[in-house]
């Protein structure tokens, strides 16, 4: 009993919660994923880290994102072989996820001095739906890009409870690595963080000061600097300005009310538990949840940054990750008080179970059946047939991101497959429909209800024959 005892404190289950990502480690590629993971690889054959580079595109195929992301990455690949690149770059997300979790911890220490609270609230943020089974550990920049901002909200938070410009110079240069990261709306979520963290007077008379008006001119040059005197990519500043414009395009009104219908309990469902925990508090002793300034801040902070992501037409939850640290925030401060209804230890149990079965059993199972172990079979297949052709791809969807990513991967030593010059004589191209690329097609490649197609010019079409 004693030993029970011991396993159950706080630490012990944060630890638990961190070494429960583990597992996401070795998943197969999902989604988009391989677009990081090519990035890496190309800029690391080209020996060009100031942009990233896809199918031999500089600025990721068109997308402009910057390299950061990458930067942690490339060292971690050369470290354990680049053929485990996804590894390397899964590393970094779970890292950024459970970093994120002790800012948290951190920021909960600065409000209410209480280690508790801290404890339970990073282990809230590893234990949330979303984060334990979803965004959590894919190899996209969002974590990191949450991870940064939330930093740099935490920072302008307890600057303004200091009334020290040094952690608000650290808030702004956080805010710039999330710029390097990922986008630009780093600054609107600081942004709005700080006219919410306005609304106490004090603070807002802190944040309007002088001295910190020229530290936020300082901060606005560091991503106009790196723009112009960083990237290689020249177009960067467009394409990430784009990136944003292009989600405010309503593409059907009927879809529209759709999502601000949906959006809303999709995101609850993924905020659980600790949505759950606020709502329920929130309708049984609303005056209690809303007496508590800090609780009412950051709930405010996570609703006002929702916000233009639910009025906006197009964007999944990923977006918005840097919300759910500041839901775990008041859950955790409500949760531990002694007027509590909810046993918080056993509910982390509860969650830690859920999420051991899921990334041990139905994760696995789920790519070995459907879909995830079908992209490196389709890779393998490829190279045992095709590997001593001129290979091409043009295929920038999900399916052909990963198996190109496991091509690659594979055989690190040669070029990065590339987009098909407009006049090439031979060669194979990877292809997402038959009539993508001119040429013959030499076959569909399905596995497990997916497919790419294979098209070839000149010799190429008869060596694949033989």
Request: hydrophobic letters at 55%.
């Amino acid at each position: 009993m004693k030993l029970l005892a011991r396993l159950n404190t706080f630490p012990i289950l944060f630890a638990l919660a961190a070494l429960s990502f583990i597992p996401t480690l070795f998943y197969f590629y999902v989604g988009e994923e391989g677009v990081f993971t090519l990035n890496s690889m190309e800029m690391w054959q080209r020996h060009e880290y100031l942009s990233t580079v896809l199918y031999g595109t500089s600025g990721a195929g068109g997308t402009g994102r910057p390299p950061l992301f990458n930067w942690l990455m490339i060292p971690i690949a050369n470290l354990i072989e680049w053929e485990n690149v996804l590894v390397a770059a899964r590393i970094v997300t779970v890292t950024a996820t459970v970093t994120t979790s002790l800012i948290i911890a951190w920021l909960a220490q600065q409000l209410w001095r209480d280690k508790t609270t801290s404890w339970v609230a990073s282990i809230l943020y590893l234990v949330t739906v979303d984060i334990m089974l979803d965004h959590g550990w894919q190899s996209y920049a969002d974590p990191l890009f949450a991870m940064f901002t939330v930093l740099a909200i935490s920072q302008a938070w307890v600057a303004c409870q200091r009334n020290s410009y040094p952690l608000l110079i650290f808030a702004l240069i956080a805010a710039f690595a999330a710029f390097l990261t990922k986008a630009f709306t780093v600054y609107l979520f600081l942004g709005i963080s700080m006219l919410v963290l306005m609304v106490d007077s004090n603070f807002r008379r802190f944040l309007l000061n002088p001295r910190a008006w020229v530290i936020y001119m300082l901060g606005a040059l560091l991503p106009f600097v790196w723009l112009q005197l960083g990237t290689h990519d020249a177009a960067q500043h467009a394409k990430m300005s784009n990136d944003m414009v292009e989600k405010l395009g309503i593409l059907n009104v009927g879809d529209y009310i759709k999502r601000l219908l949906v959006y809303p309990m999709e995101m609850f469902l993924r905020l659980m538990p600790s949505s759950f925990f606020i709502a329920y508090l929130w309708v049984r002793q609303r005056e209690n949840v809303w007496q508590y300034s800090a609780v009412r801040m950051s709930l405010l902070i996570a609703l006002a940054n929702f916000l233009p992501y639910l009025i906006a037409p197009q964007g999944g939850v990923r977006y918005v990750i840097p919300v759910f640290a500041f839901v775990a925030l008041a859950a955790a401060y409500l949760v531990v008080k002694k007027s509590s209804p909810f046993k918080i230890k056993k509910w982390i149990v509860v969650m830690l179970g859920i999420g051991l079965v899921a990334r041990v059993v139905i994760i696995p199972y789920y790519q070995m059946l459907i879909r995830g172990e079908n992209y490196a079979q389709m890779a393998s297949e490829i190279l045992i047939k095709y590997g001593h052709i001129p290979l091409y791809v043009s295929n920038v969807t999900a399916v052909g991101l990963s198996v190109v990513a496991y091509i690659d991967s594979m055989r690190i030593n040669h070029p990065a497959l590339t987009f098909p010059p407009v006049d090439f004589k031979e060669g194979i191209v990877i292809a997402h429909s038959a009539t993508e690329v001119p040429g013959t097609l030499l076959r569909e490649l399905r596995n497990h209800g997916v497919s790419i197609y294979l098209i070839c010019r000149g010799a190429a079409c008869e060596a694949a024959k033989n």
